[in-house]
């Protein structure tokens, strides 16, 4: 077993593929990526937030105090349109971000105690909540100072003002710290990316185990072999294993060390939690990984048997990537926590156990939970791919 193993190790590492796959980009490609749209992300919805936006009102003398508010915003710059000038094509031509409409009346209406309605015209396909976000923001700011000019015409003091604006309020206070806060986020995505480089890392080597045997001819010399087929099955099911979890392994730490250097440029918070993260939590997480690399490795060197040719076996094992996210994405759903159920179904426990790493919050004795279903799973897939090597017709379709 061990003989074909440094075998089978020996060329893959040889080859630039396995390496791009395995090393690169797990451990530059993926990191640096996630590091740069992070830091990107930021810097856009800070500008989206602060970039100065053109704006037109319709009727600005029926609201003059609103059509104040907006001019004293630095963050707007009206622009006079002219009265044959279409509000759909100002706003296409990119004129305007938006066009408030003030219908005739507000103003009076406003002092008659009665509410006043406005017309927001803008792109949303575009613009997103954006446009209607700061708009909202300078409606309402004008909205609260009409509300308390008019209560304080009723010289109620500041306790009967309260009463007024809001007879009951709630007082939040959370008993998940900011490390649960912000890692509830973090941990979700976490083992979408460890998933996916598990697969795709052992992907492309299974079909040179497998199909790619087929294809250069040296599947029938294994097989010819004095040695048993379980230990041929092994040897390259720990070749696969070996590949996935070193590619997983090594974007963790790749990860960790690029969050905590240059984290705080992207997100201060996320930062801190990746500093966080003890050394026993990161064994922690690479332990889950284990299973979950074998189970893929046991699954797609099944299909690279199965397969007649390189071509067939890439097609197969295409849908693998959805079968591996479906249940990654179940682990994000709201409602969707750890407990004795979520520990037994495959993947999801994985995942949702990650997810309590990050926060800080795993229960240790269910990890105990987590890893026997897990390897139980992965041991009754390494036996079925065992059988499935045996059988001749499936070695020889053709």
């Given at each position: 077993?061990?003989?074909?193993?440094?075998?089978?190790?020996?060329?893959l590492?040889?080859?630039?593929?396995t390496?791009?796959?395995?090393?690169?980009?797990?451990?530059?490609?993926?990191?640096?990526?996630?590091?740069?749209?992070?830091?990107?992300?930021?810097?856009?919805?800070?500008?989206?937030?602060?970039?100065?936006?053109?704006?037109?009102?319709?009727?600005?003398?029926?609201?003059?105090g609103?059509?104040?508010?907006?001019?004293?915003?630095?963050?707007?710059?009206?622009?006079?349109?002219?009265?044959?000038?279409?509000?759909?094509?100002?706003?296409?031509?990119?004129?305007?971000?938006?066009?408030?409409?003030?219908?005739?009346?507000?103003?009076?209406?406003?002092?008659?105690?009665?509410?006043?309605?406005?017309?927001?015209?803008?792109?949303?396909?575009?613009?997103?909540?954006?446009?209607?976000?700061?708009?909202?923001?300078?409606?309402?700011?004008?909205?609260?100072?009409?509300?308390?000019?008019?209560?304080?015409?009723?010289?109620?003091?500041?306790?009967?003002?309260?009463?007024?604006?809001?007879?009951?309020?709630?007082?939040?206070?959370?008993?998940?710290?900011?490390?649960?806060?912000?890692?509830?986020?973090?941990?979700?995505?976490?083992?979408?990316?460890?998933?996916?480089?598990?697969?795709?890392?052992?992907?492309?080597?299974?079909?040179?185990?497998?199909?790619?045997?087929?294809?250069?001819?040296?599947?029938?010399?294994?097989?010819?072999?004095?040695?048993?087929?379980?230990?041929?099955?092994?040897?390259?099911?720990?070749?696969?294993?070996?590949?996935?979890f070193?590619?997983?392994?090594?974007?963790?730490?790749?990860?960790?060390?690029?969050?905590?250097?240059?984290?705080?440029?992207?997100?201060?918070?996320?930062?801190?939690?990746?500093?966080?993260?003890?050394?026993?939590?990161?064994?922690?997480l690479?332990?889950?990984?284990?299973?979950?690399?074998?189970?893929?490795?046991?699954?797609?060197?099944?299909?690279?048997?199965?397969?007649?040719?390189?071509?067939?076996?890439?097609?197969?094992?295409?849908?693998?990537?959805?079968l591996?996210?479906?249940?990654?994405?179940?682990?994000?759903?709201?409602?969707?926590?750890?407990?004795?159920?979520?520990?037994t179904?495959?993947?999801?426990?994985?995942?949702?156990?990650?997810?309590?790493?990050?926060?800080?919050?795993?229960?240790?004795?269910?990890?105990?939970?987590?890893m026997?279903?897990?390897?139980?799973?992965?041991?009754?897939?390494?036996?079925?791919c065992?059988?499935?090597?045996?059988?001749?017709?499936?070695?020889?379709?053709?």
């Open positions: 077993m061990w003989t074909i193993y440094l075998k089978e190790m020996r060329e590492l040889g080859e630039t593929k390496l791009i796959f395995t090393v690169l980009i797990p451990v530059f490609a993926i990191p640096v990526l996630t590091l740069g749209f992070g830091f990107i992300a930021t810097k856009l919805s800070e500008q989206a937030r602060n970039n100065v936006m053109e704006y037109a009102i319709i009727g600005a003398p029926n609201a003059p609103l059509s104040e508010e907006f001019a004293k915003d630095k963050r707007f710059r009206e622009v006079r349109l002219s009265p044959a000038t279409s509000v759909k094509k100002a706003i296409e031509d990119d004129t305007v971000k938006f066009v408030l409409e003030v219908p005739p009346g507000l103003d009076t209406a406003l002092q008659a105690n009665q509410q006043a309605r406005l017309r927001l015209h803008f792109n949303a396909a575009s613009s997103g909540d954006v446009t209607r976000k700061r708009v909202s923001a300078v409606v309402e700011a004008y909205g609260k100072k009409l509300r308390e000019q008019q209560l304080s015409s009723l010289q109620l003091n500041q306790s009967q003002l309260d009463f007024v604006l809001l007879p009951i309020a709630i007082d939040e206070q959370s008993t998940a710290n900011q490390r649960e806060r912000i890692g509830a986020l973090a941990g979700g995505i976490l083992p979408y990316f460890l998933m996916i480089v598990c697969l795709m890392a052992a992907m492309y080597p299974s079909i040179d185990l497998g199909a790619g045997e087929k294809e250069n001819g040296t599947l029938e010399t294994l097989l010819l072999a004095p040695i048993p087929r379980s230990h041929a099955v092994m040897g390259k099911f720990m070749v696969l294993l070996t590949i996935g070193t590619s997983s392994v090594l974007m963790v730490a790749s990860i960790g060390v690029l969050f905590g250097l240059f984290g705080s440029a992207v997100d201060r918070d996320l930062a801190e939690i990746a500093s966080a993260i003890s050394f026993t939590d990161l064994c922690a690479a332990l889950m990984l284990l299973p979950a690399c074998a189970m893929f490795a046991s699954v797609l060197l099944s299909m690279s048997i199965y397969a007649r040719s390189y071509k067939e076996a890439s097609g197969m094992m295409q849908p693998m990537l959805m591996t996210i479906l249940p990654v994405v179940l682990a994000m759903l709201p409602g969707v926590e750890l407990n004795w159920m979520w520990a179904v495959p993947l999801t426990n994985i995942a949702l156990a990650m997810k309590e790493v990050v926060k800080g919050t795993l229960d240790y004795r269910m990890l105990v939970m987590i026997s279903s897990s390897i139980l799973i992965a041991g009754a897939l390494l036996m079925w065992r059988w499935w090597f045996s059988r001749e017709e499936v070695l020889f379709r053709d």
